[in-house]
């Protein structure tokens, strides 16, 4: 039986490089994907921005202060939907098994390839070649040990491990930098004494029942370890649209909230609509002025995309909330997505 090899795929800096595209004159100048307002978040800074101190999830006016001439550049989401329909497009063209994670990332399962690196390097080329835009790779034996490696050395990373190379490569890192293990769970290790990889791997599993449960002692320590034996699944996970807005001002008016939820609600349901997808599950998310979020869903006996229907329960949703403090940030969402035609282009668009 072959030893399995599993590789990781993630484009690089993938919102401002399809912008790039478009705008060749900033090529070399710090560019950031963000909304706007005074509360507005970056969404993908260009490696130039990235060496000033900024990145995903800041808030703009913080980036601004870190890199002053930085250029800002509103999202196109249907645009990036679109070429990252042609990407994945390509790279199913090479290999069978595809886990596609978001716009800009997917795993593959290699295992049955007589040449699996050979083929990710064809992969990337003719990425490169028909978009323009470059990715980075990670192989290994699982999908943790991939995902690890393809962040370790972008852009234009292609790295390969085996579990053991990525114990010993990453053990003095911090322990966030294993996918799962959040701000709070390496604020809680940290208590515990163990802040790196390395620390992790051989901590006390007593002692770290004494923080989590034995079960949760038990995977963190497997993470740690790199030991991961989930496959590769063809089906996408979450299949959901949503879109939300943060305040400029903190929001205590029950009459603004709602108006606000009704022009979020047209602007999903006109997209929906105009893919053809519709969802039984439809839910909100709001943020407070003291940064804790909350999210409420009801799910329906029967898909729906129009904006009366999902209208309708995201405004009871709101009003059953009720919320007691100003709110920051208002969202919508309808999952369990279907679609009308189910083709593998569509699916892929729709991501």
Do not use: W
Not at 94 to 120: F, I, Q, S
């Amino acid at each position: 039986m072959s030893a399995r090899c599993v590789a990781h795929i993630d484009m690089d800096a993938f919102y401002v490089s399809v912008e790039l595209l478009r705008h060749p004159e900033l090529r070399g100048r710090p560019v950031i994907v963000a909304g706007r307002g005074a509360r507005a978040v970056v969404t993908t800074a260009s490696y130039e921005a990235r060496r000033h101190g900024v990145g995903s999830a800041m808030p703009v006016a913080r980036a601004k202060r870190l890199c002053p001439q930085v250029v800002i550049l509103a999202p196109d989401f249907v645009h990036y939907r679109a070429v990252s329909a042609k990407v994945m497009g390509i790279i199913r063209g090479h290999v069978e098994m595809v886990e596609v994670v978001g716009l800009d990332e997917a795993y593959l399962e290699l295992t049955e390839l007589p040449a699996p690196r050979a083929c990710m390097r064809l992969v990337v080329a003719q990425i490169a070649e028909r978009t323009g835009l470059t990715a980075s790779v990670g192989i290994g034996p699982n999908k943790l040990v991939a995902k690890v490696a393809s962040d370790a050395e972008k852009p234009r990373g292609f790295v390969v491990l085996t579990r053991e190379q990525a114990a010993a490569r990453f053990a003095p890192a911090p322990c966030q930098l294993i996918p799962g293990i959040g701000e709070r769970t390496a604020q809680r290790l940290a208590e515990l004494g163990v802040r790196t990889v390395g620390e992790l791997a051989v901590a006390d599993p007593a002692r770290l029942r004494h923080a989590f449960s034995a079960s949760t002692a038990a995977h963190l320590r497997s993470l740690a370890n790199f030991e991961h034996g989930g496959p590769v699944n063809q089906k996408r996970k979450v299949i959901s649209e949503s879109r939300e807005c943060t305040f400029e001002t903190d929001v205590t008016s029950r009459a603004e909230l709602e108006a606000s939820l009704a022009k979020l609600v047209e602007d999903l349901c006109l997209a929906l609509s105009r893919q053809r997808r519709s969802g039984r599950t439809i839910g909100i998310k709001i943020r407070l002025a003291d940064f804790t979020t909350h999210t409420r869903a009801q799910t329906l006996a029967v898909p729906v995309n129009a904006r009366d229907d999902v209208g309708r329960v995201a405004l009871e949703l709101l009003r059953a909330f009720a919320p007691t403090r100003p709110v920051r940030l208002l969202g919508v969402r309808v999952a369990g997505l279907n679609t009308e035609q189910a083709s593998s282009e569509q699916l892929a668009l729709a991501l």
